[in-house]
């Protein structure tokens, strides 16, 4: 779509209530805060959010405006629990939840099958992992995965951090 206004930036993240009041305090300005409020319900692979109601979730859950809010962002900004090389089941569910952002349209890019765009602007993507038992073998996997939906959501710009404890992770996220 042409002549969409970035509005805001996104957090995505599955920190508790503590947690986050205590890395980020109260003011966001104009940060678009996604969190587990556990409401969420599992994409159903319905593609009706390509097919019926275009560029949006069907499923009623207060997440059903995530492909939207991509559109309109510059900068998102994930923080997750590794698990097992991935993300938390919320920051997966959530980003599951972003499909719409896409179209149901194909194309080979290098040689790999994917979705077309739905909205030409260019997000910028940081996603930090925590944990205290992260392996090395984790650290790959989630490497390649994020650069895996990087290409999937045709993001150029990412950067990956990883931090052993909340401390480590409070002096790598940038303040929102």
């Not at 205590?22 to 994409?43: K, L, P, Q, W």
């Not at 569910?93 to 077309?116: A, Q, W």
Request: net charge positive; proline share 2%; aromatic share 12%.
């Amino acid at each position: 779509m042409k002549g969409l206004i970035v509005i805001m930036d996104i957090l995505i993240h599955d920190l508790s209530g503590e947690e986050f009041r205590s890395m980020f305090g109260e003011a966001h300005n104009d940060v678009r805060i996604i969190a587990d409020t556990r409401t969420i319900r599992y994409c159903t692979g319905c593609f009706n959010c390509w097919i019926k109601t275009p560029g949006k979730c069907v499923l009623k859950d207060g997440y059903s405006n995530m492909g939207e809010l991509l559109s309109k962002s510059e900068k998102v900004t994930i923080i997750s629990r590794c698990f097992y090389g991935s993300y938390s089941p919320f920051v997966k569910n959530v980003l599951d939840r972003s499909i719409p952002y896409l179209l149901p349209f194909f194309k080979i890019k290098n040689n790999e099958t994917h979705h077309k765009r739905r909205y030409q602007n260019n997000i910028r993507l940081e996603v930090h992992f925590y944990g205290e038992n992260i392996t090395e073998k984790e650290a790959e996997t989630a490497k390649k995965l994020v650069k895996a939906n990087c290409i999937n959501f045709y993001i150029k710009n990412y950067e990956i951090s990883f931090s052993r404890s909340f401390d480590e992770l409070r002096g790598k996220v940038n303040a929102i």
